[in-house]
């Protein structure tokens, strides 16, 4: 499966940006989707997930109520809606497909990242 990440960019302090990930794959619906994002000089940290469906997500705590991450199989994409954006939400964000769920699985596909910077 082939991930395509995009819709980063400069967004103010409180603002909102949807990011999108497209899939190649006509599988995509049996793949549960994850985004991840890695701030300069910190660790790769997992935000949230959709399970195959999309009737389960999960976050975590740092984007809790901020963060929806929705998606939509006939179009083969996934889209994270993020509000009330922080400057620390600046990171490259990625998004990654797995077969598997839960926490602290592996996810076996990746894309490549989009820059969110959030100005204060």
């Known amino acids: 499966v082939q991930l395509q990440a995009s819709g980063g960019g400069l967004v103010q302090a409180g603002g909102s940006l949807r990011l999108s990930c497209a899939a190649s794959d006509r599988t995509f619906s049996s793949y549960a989707m994850g985004w991840f994002r890695q701030a300069p000089g910190k660790e790769h940290e997992f935000v949230g997930a959709i399970s195959w469906s999309g009737d389960s997500t999960y976050y975590a705590d740092s984007g809790k109520g901020r963060f929806t991450i929705s998606r939509d199989n006939a179009k083969n994409t996934v889209y994270p809606q993020m509000n009330s954006l922080k400057p620390e939400d600046t990171a490259v964000y990625y998004c990654?497909?797995?077969?598997?769920?839960?926490?602290?699985?592996?996810?076996?596909?990746w894309g490549q990242g989009t820059l969110v910077t959030v100005s204060s």
């Open positions: 990654a497909a797995t077969r598997t769920w839960g926490l602290d699985i592996k996810y076996d596909y």
